[in-house]
């Protein structure tokens, strides 16, 4: 199970952290992603971090102004969201899927979160 928080409202240039706790007890082996999803739009990637190594992937749009990481040791991945943009706002939901992959398709990921919305104000 994946609880996602953080989410808010927040003007453009600024900043946000989201988190999302798993209860899993082996959140170690799994990989994690965010994505995200505007309204009348598709549900696009955002980050991903892989297992114990914290290899981390990012799509173009964000890449340099968001930043994933995890604590193993709170079974929590969290995303810094740096220099928000209004085209940032979107729901933001966390996912995994077990064992150690790069990916930024949805599909890929078998546990999801409920969203979290983030709105940037202009």
């Known amino acids: 199970q994946l609880q996602a928080s953080g989410g808010g409202l927040v003007q453009t240039g600024g900043s946000l952290r989201l988190s999302c706790a798993a209860s899993?007890?082996?959140?170690?082996?799994?990989?994690m992603g965010w994505f995200r999803q505007a309204p009348g739009k598709e549900r696009e990637f955002v980050a991903a971090i892989t297992t114990s190594d914290g290899n981390t992937l990012y799509a173009n749009s964000v890449k340099g102004r968001f930043t994933i990481s995890r604590d193993n040791s709170k079974n929590t991945v969290y995303l810094q969201m740096n220099s928000l943009k209004p085209e940032d706002t979107a729901d933001y939901y966390c996912?995994?899927?077990?064992?150690?992959?790069?990916?930024?398709?949805?599909?890929?990921?078998?546990?999801w979160g409920q969203g979290t919305l983030v709105t940037v104000s202009s």
């Open positions: 996912a995994a899927g077990f064992g150690r992959f790069w990916s930024r398709r949805f599909q890929d990921y078998g546990y």
């Open positions: 899993e007890r082996t959140f170690s082996r799994y990989t």
